[in-house]
């Protein structure tokens, strides 16, 4: 069964970057599409990129769009998030997902998840 363990999280200044890092404990390219969500304490998760199999396409959301950006990890079966110029308001635990590609931005049709990891953007 698929397994996804995200790691990377942490604190960051405003207008600073991190790398979140995903990795699949099985075979994801040309199989599942992966996604990206975070959420914030009390509100619904937000999707924020999908990653089509073999990194044939990549959306991403409006919010994100231009500061995030999506690759494949240094290791086999690894997807990172590249964020830069990060806000106050991406502050939020980012979760790492799994699935049919048709449902990846809707969360509750999301086949797998991982555990996340927090990112805490201060000013």
């Known amino acids: 069964e698929m397994q996804l363990v995200e790691s990377g999280g942490g604190s960051v200044q405003a207008g600073g970057s991190l790398t979140l890092s995903c990795a699949a404990s099985?075979?994801?390219?040309?199989?599942?599409?992966m996604a990206w969500y975070r959420q914030i304490a009390g509100k619904e998760r937000e999707w924020l990129t999908t990653?089509?199999?073999?990194?044939?396409?990549?959306n991403y959301a409006d919010s994100v769009k231009g500061r995030f950006t999506v690759s494949p990890g240094s290791a086999k079966n690894t997807l990172d998030l590249q964020m830069n110029s990060l806000k106050l308001e991406d502050t939020a635990m980012y979760y790492c997902?799994?699935?049919?590609?048709?449902?990846?931005?809707?969360?509750?049709?999301?086949?797998?998840w991982g555990k996340g990891t927090q990112v805490t953007v201060s000013s």
């Open positions: 990653t089509y199999p073999g990194n044939s396409r990549i």
């Open positions: 997902a799994a699935g049919d590609c048709v449902y990846m931005s809707t969360a509750a049709r999301v086949r797998y």
């Open positions: 099985v075979e994801v390219i040309g199989t599942f599409c």
